[in-house]
């Protein structure tokens, strides 16, 4: 990262008469951070991947550990309930992530339209961003309650039957996403109202000039310059979106049955109460492997406009 | 944009008005109902207004079940977490944004932390939990404040890099310089200098930090068991009772939002720059 009259170590070392610890001030600075990072995240992953080729067993005072080779992966790609797993992750973060970013665009080229009242109307979004994972997903469990739910007294009170909104399977992996939509929208449309009002104004008077047509100067001038930001919100909507586990824990644990198992929640389960720590470990390795290119991709992006390498 | 007509002006805040009704209806709906007696709860048509409001849910709650405990705890937890990763990444910060360190140190250790970041926490909790199990001199980190407290920091340590990267960045260089030119070593001028010019932002990072730790779920779900139990997880376990009280759900859904809401509100202005690193959510 270049920074404007940065301190070279290589000049600071050479000035005499400093202290040590003044000559290697940077380092001592950044050694907190390295040496959690190894701790927290060098250390895990390969202990991870360790256990990903044995077989672990919960022992007194620890564990014990056996190797066994690619046994746990091969159980994996046979195992019918990782495979409905993947699919519904996949699905998920499709869904999810095209909801909240259409609508968060949708929601920002509105509020950049000239209206009064933004300042409220974006203090009013900040609330479901920051609300408890878990306080959300308790106050939407009571609103899709069969019995004393507020949707199914609507639907009751137009004529409609009850609804199950969390015991049928093919509702209830949607009904929890609009859960997250509710929550993670907002997220997307303040990244995209941001980026909406910091766009430069030529192109727009130009298009003015021109007489051009709104769904025309959205398509060929704000879509355009929009991009960059489109793409990390999308990113960043898929990263997170990939992770999905307190809600469908909190709402259904993964059910109704097994149907709303997700990524993480079939790890927790092959980990935390079956305590396989060994499938887990490789389930996870997998897991991790198939997000780090978008992970790795996205960091890049972040950074590219805000530092480059040093030359 | 030119010429609106006053049916579409119209139209748009009524769209507005619409969006603003979806958002505040399950967190009103929330409140309303901790409110409510159990006769009331269970009326239909439901009250759209609590009639008789009580505070039952909350007494029953807080006091016969103690829930207090596990706000204590969380208040703990998330006050370590707070307060290690905002030192550790502000002394890091400080350092990527003055020093040029060599071999791109700076880029790859950016790079790395905030690619970590973005990895599902599930990934690397499993061998920490077997550390965690273990005991080192009779003490066990498993289930205690300190144990889950030091993973958040380490978890939103990438997070307060990023901001304070940006907040030192806005400190005028000529005023450290100064600090320099009148004999303070560098770590006195990060001391007397940067840091006391950069404490708003400081204070908003602590804040946002400080909310991710305490509205944390799964790290808190396998960490802790009894002894340092935080909210989230004492409220989702009430659901596996075979008598959910939803009452008391509501009353605890309200009571673990009221803290992190008010301290948004303090570190609003800082909420942008923070949420493209996944400071809050996830």
Redesign the interface.
């Known amino acids: 990262m270049t920074v404007e009259g940065a301190i070279e170590i290589k000049e600071s070392r050479q000035i005499a008469g400093t202290p040590w610890w003044e000559r290697n001030l940077a380092w001592l600075l950044v050694a907190p951070t390295v040496l959690m990072f190894v701790v927290f995240a060098v250390i895990p992953a390969f202990t991870t991947i360790a256990y990903a080729f044995s077989r672990v067993r919960m022992a007194r005072g620890g564990i014990t550990r056996e190797f066994i080779g690619f046994e746990n992966f091969a159980r994996a790609l046979q195992d019918p309930l990782v495979a409905q797993s993947v699919t519904t992750t996949v699905k998920w973060m499709l869904v999810v992530t095209a909801l909240e970013v259409v609508l968060g665009l949708l929601l920002a080229l509105l509020m950049s339209s000239g209206i009064r009242g933004r300042g409220l109307f974006t203090s009013l979004l900040i609330v479901p961003i920051i609300m408890p994972p878990v306080a959300v997903s308790v106050a939407w469990l009571f609103m899709y309650d069969y019995e004393f739910g507020i949707f199914n007294y609507l639907l009751n009170e137009v004529g409609l039957p009850s609804m199950r909104w969390l015991s049928e399977p093919a509702i209830a992996i949607y009904a929890m996403m609009a859960v997250d939509i509710w929550q993670a929208t907002p997220f997307a449309f303040l990244l995209l109202y941001a980026a909406l009002l910091s766009l430069p104004r030529d192109p727009y008077e130009a298009a003015a000039i021109d007489g051009a047509g709104r769904w025309y100067v959205f398509r060929t001038v704000t879509l355009p310059l929009l991009q960059p930001v489109l793409l990390v919100v999308i990113l960043l909507r898929l990263i997170d979106a990939a992770r999905i586990f307190d809600k469908i824990f909190v709402m259904t644990r993964g059910g109704p049955g097994s149907s709303a198992y997700t990524a993480t929640l079939t790890i927790y389960i092959e980990g935390f109460t079956k305590f396989d720590f060994g499938y887990a470990s490789a389930l996870s390795f997998l897991f991790q492997l198939s997000l780090i290119a978008a992970a790795t991709f996205y960091v890049k992006r972040v950074l590219a406009d805000y530092a480059q390498p040093a030359e | ?2 010429g ?1 007509s006053r049916t579409s002006l119209f139209g ?2 009524l ?2 008005g619409i ?2 009704l ?3 209806l ?2 009103y ?2 409140v309303n ?1 901790s409110f409510k007696s159990r006769a009331e ?2 009326a ?3 009250t759209i207004v609590v009639q008789g409001p009580t505070t039952d849910n909350y007494y029953d709650l807080l006091v016969t079940q103690r829930f207090f405990r596990y706000g204590i705890n969380s208040l703990v937890v998330a006050l370590i977490a707070a307060t290690l990763s905002v ?3 502000t ?2 910060a ?9 071999r ?4 790859h ?8 970041r ?13 550390i965690y ?3 080192f001199f009779g003490y066990r980190l498993l289930d205690t404040h300190i144990g889950l407290g ?2 958040d ?2 978890t939103e ?1 990438p997070f307060v ?1 990023w901001m304070m990267i940006g907040f030192f ?1 806005d400190i005028p ?1 000529d005023m450290e310089d100064a600090g320099l030119v009148d004999g303070d ?3 006195g001028v990060l001391r007397k200098i940067a840091i006391p010019l950069a404490a708003p932002g400081l204070a908003a990072t602590f804040i946002l930090v400080f ?1 991710a730790s ?2 944390e ?2 790290l808190a ?2 960490l802790t068991q009894t002894k340092a139990q935080t ?2 997880i004492a ?2 376990s009430q ?2 009772q075979f008598d959910i009280k ?1 009452g008391n ?2 009353a ?3 009571i ?2 009221v803290p ?2 008010i301290l ?2 303090l570190a ?1 202005r800082h ?2 720059r923070g ?4 400071g ?3």
């Open positions: 944009m030119v609106e748009r805040y769209l507005i969006v603003s979806i958002v505040l399950p967190v709906w929330m109902m709860f269970v239909r048509p439901p030192v550790v990444g002394l890091a400080y350092a990527l944004s003055r020093y040029r360190l060599p791109n140190f700076n880029y250790l950016l790079f790395t932390m905030l690619t970590v973005m990895f599902p926490p599930i990934v690397t909790v499993i061998p920490i939990f077997v199990n273990r005991q030091v993973i920091a380490f340590l890099i960045r260089r070593s560098r770590f909310i305490w509205n779920f799964l779900l396998i909210l989230p409220v989702a659901i596996t939803y759900m509501m605890a859904g309200v673990t939002s992190v809401l948004a509100l609003q909420l942008t949420l493209a690193v996944g809050v959510t996830g």
